[in-house]
């Protein structure tokens, strides 16, 4: 198998394959042989898990490897079974008497079934509720020891990881793409205990003291009274606030940049946005911002294509990775850290440390690697591990501590006691996805749904009992010490510093390290939200924001709205670029990416040639035909139809021929439902709509075999930048793929504001 990419694109291939059996060493791909598509016939066991879903490693509740499958200890055996284990005969039918009869209020096995189902659901998250996860490895590079004695990161190093990206405000099954921040959570499972590293794709955040989360997520979520609309900033309520409250005006301007619309999780940066402290050996402290950096690159949608995938495909980030990492192109990203001098104004070049508005930007302190995440196994049971995982932000291991960023400090709280609405009770670290890899042994007793059996009488210290266990350790047998820095003295007072008062800097650094295309999209973005509004204050309160981050910004927003820009009412800070922060002009790998491979019938050989070495460039081609099934003699299958192709699918599209529907048509389409004009034939509507979309989207498009009809008749000048016509199918994959690297033909935009 040349390229593992194969297995996604073959999907479809494979079910129709069916007949000829599985192909060798390809996991997972069904074949007559295979459980997954063979037709009942006896009893047997559960399905095994496919290779990359194996679930997730634990341990017992008291530390001891299970050495079992959780799925084993759950559920076995061929037959059905109540709960309590005594085979069933039949589960379609109530008790009754009679086949006409009343139904029996004895019949336990239907008391029980709904009773379950009647419970199945657990509260949502009330933020990040809509999420997608995967398993991995963490390798260390050892380049932080001097640093962190946190073993995890030493050198060669390899821990188990599970990995959760979400969006912030929508409900559990809302849309992926959606303008919002995404959440990146990783669970290290390290020898020492649990470390979460629970951060977003935006490095800063909209507040700077954890009492103000309510007001914010109040006025993200839905209006009250309504409840629309979903997973949305695009309302009066959430501009209401985060025009009253500038705090929150770096957050915004990000999240209205193309960070809040990622190309796909695999794409994306992750911040840890506060400042962490970290201990190396000897006890020195150094304060630290995480970063990860995507091996892939930093991508994202545009505006109207997000919009259209919410629609056309609402799974559209967690298919991606899930799809990806069952192809076996593992998304890959590195850990970084950004260091400072742990000094009593915990500042940096000016910049206060202990503000979560802030960042720091990396050109003034580098983000220097120091490990790599892979996530290569997807979870085998949504709801077991997606969803019960539970990360917190205070789950830490000796090496790391925090700060004492009043943001973090109410999240260290916040994350233990919402995990005992959502997961019923205080025993969550016992589901098997929280369950620490280390030994457990905290005398922690009882509670709802204890899972674990303990043994001893003492569960207290100090005891004499149990002879005195467990023990405590010290520093130098593994135990997490608190760093201990000095407390600041002072009043008591609620009040934030003086340094937490310049809202509009930071802002006005992100707006001039944009590219101009990025500061188009971002003010697209705003008159797009601002247009969304009701209230004429909230949009004028908003412009008077933007004009204090810059009048430029707020005259074409303003512009946009058909209002006038006002004065700004602050001075404008003196402040340098940070070309960091832009994710326009840059080459990256093409790995990874979607190529929608579309012909009529023309030209199959080229189009069999371009798959191949859309795969062996790494690439994911996906066939489009006007119908299903297989093409030519059948050594082509199409896995996209002209009906459930959309062009936002691919990150590029080639185009063999002209497909035309019409007297001389290669289509199987109903003549009926969509008439053509008699005896001529015209490119196929269908084709036209993609080509346009690709085209306004930014993305490359290759032609040959005759494919500059279409362009045509699709309004695509054969000219325009990032349109290629060439003589072979493989020729116009080359200059498509050098396009790619960076991302978007940019040069299509710059027009619209
Ligand atoms: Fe969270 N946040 N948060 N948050 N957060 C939750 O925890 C909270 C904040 C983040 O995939 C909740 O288990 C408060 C910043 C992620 O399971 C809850 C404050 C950052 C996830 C909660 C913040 C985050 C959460 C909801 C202000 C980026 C999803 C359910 C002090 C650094 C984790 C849950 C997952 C989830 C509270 C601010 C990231 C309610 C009070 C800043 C990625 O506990």
């Given amino acids: ?297 930093v991508h994202s949608l545009v505006w109207d294509e997000a919009q259209l995938i919410n629609g056309v495909d609402p799974d559209f980030h967690r298919r991606d990775l899930a799809d990806a990492i069952e192809a076996g192109a593992y998304p890959q990203w590195e850990l970084g850290i950004q260091t400072f001098p742990d000094t009593p104004e915990q500042t940096f070049e000016g910049i206060d440390l202990l503000d979560p508005t802030n960042i720091v930007p990396e050109e003034m302190a580098p983000v220097q690697p120091i490990g790599l995440l892979t996530l290569n196994r997807n979870p085998s049971n949504f709801f077991a591990e997606t969803e019960q995982v539970a990360f917190h932000v205070g789950h830490l291991v000796p090496g790391i501590d925090i700060t004492d960023d009043p943001l973090l400090a109410g999240r260290l709280f916040s994350y233990l006691d919402t995990q005992i609405t959502r997961l019923g009770g205080p025993n969550f670290p016992q589901l098997p996805i929280n369950r620490p890899h280390a030994p457990v042994n905290d005398m922690q007793r009882d509670g709802m749904h204890q899972t674990a059996v303990h043994r001893g009488v003492a569960p207290y210290r100090p005891n004499s009992l149990d002879g005195g266990c467990p023990f405590t350790a010290g520093a130098d047998t593994g135990a997490f010490v608190e760093a201990p820095v000095r407390v600041p003295e002072g009043r008591k007072v609620r009040e934030a510093p003086e340094s937490f008062a310049d809202h509009f800097s930071q802002p006005r650094r992100f707006w001039l390290s944009m590219s101009p295309v990025e500061r188009e999209h971002i003010v697209g973005a705003y008159v797009f939200e601002l247009g969304k509004c009701y209230e004429q204050a909230v949009r004028e309160r908003t412009l008077q924001v933007l004009a204090n981050i810059d009048p430029e910004l707020c005259r074409q927003v303003a512009d946009g709205l058909g209002l006038p820009a006002p004065e700004p009412t602050v001075p404008l800070a003196d402040v340098a670029p940070s070309p960091a922060l832009s994710q326009v002009g840059k080459v990256w790998p093409t790995e990874g990416r979607m190529i929608g491979v579309v012909t009529g019938g023309d030209d199959l050989e080229g189009v069999g040639a371009v798959r191949e070495a859309v795969l062996t460039a790494g690439m994911v081609p996906l066939v489009v035909a006007p119908t299903g099934g297989t093409l030519g003699d059948g050594a082509l299958t199409a896995q996209r139809s002209f009906v459930t192709a959309r062009s936002v699918e691919f990150d590029a599209v080639l185009l063999a021929g002209t497909p035309a529907v019409g007297p001389d048509a290669y289509t199987a389409r109903d003549a009926k439902s969509d008439p053509v004009p008699s005896g001529q034939a015209v490119t196929d509507p269908r084709v036209v709509l993609l080509l346009q979309e690709a085209f306004r989207h930014g993305k490359a498009i290759g032609v040959w075999a ?48």
Avoid: C
Wanted: hydrophobic share 35%.
């Fill in 1 to 297: 198998e040349s390229n593992p990419l194969k297995r996604v694109t073959d999907k479809v291939t494979d079910t129709l394959r069916d007949a000829t059996g599985p192909e060798d060493g390809i996991p997972g791909k069904p074949g007559p042989e295979s459980p997954t598509v063979a037709e009942p016939t006896e009893p047997r066991e559960p399905l095994p898990p496919k290779p990359d879903q194996s679930g997730p490693d634990t341990m017992s509740p008291t530390g001891q490897p299970t050495g079992a499958d959780q799925a084993d200890v759950a559920q076995g055996g061929a037959y059905l079974t109540t709960a309590q284990g005594a085979r069933l005969y039949d589960t379609d039918h109530s008790l009754k008497a009679g086949p006409r009869g009343p139904v029996l209020l004895q019949d336990h096995h239907l008391r029980e079934k709904v009773m379950h189902f009647d419970h199945e659901r657990i509260p949502e998250r009330v933020v990040h509720a809509r999420g997608a996860g995967a398993h991995g490895v963490f390798q260390g590079y050892g380049t932080a020891a001097s640093v962190t004695k946190a073993a995890f990161l030493a050198k060669d190093v390899e821990t188990p990881v599970f990995v959760r990206f979400s969006t912030v405000v929508g409900s559990r099954g809302s849309a992926d793409t959606v303008r919002d921040t995404r959440g990146f959570a990783t669970k290290f499972y390290t020898s020492e205990g649990v470390f979460d590293l629970v951060g977003n794709n935006i490095p800063v955040f909209f507040i700077q003291d954890a009492i103000k989360f309510p007001d914010v997520v109040h006025a993200a979520k839905p209006h009250p009274d309504r409840e629309i609309p979903q997973a949305q900033s695009a309302h009066d309520t959430f501009w209401d606030f985060v025009s009253l409250h500038t705090e929150a005006t770096h957050h915004t301007i990000f999240f209205m940049g193309d960070r809040g619309i990622p190309r796909s999780f695999r794409m994306m940066e992750g911040f840890g946005v506060h400042t962490f402290r970290l201990v190396n050996a000897a006890g020195e402290t150094t304060l630290v911002k995480f970063h990860w950096k995507p091996k892939l690159g």
């Fill in 706 to 753: 005759g494919g500059e009809a279409a362009l045509t008749a699709a309004g695509v000048p054969v000219d325009a930048p990032g349109v290629v016509v060439a003589d072979s199918g493989t020729a116009a994959l080359e200059q498509v793929t050098r396009l790619l690297g960076r991302h978007r033909v940019w040069e299509r935009f710059g027009t619209r504001v």
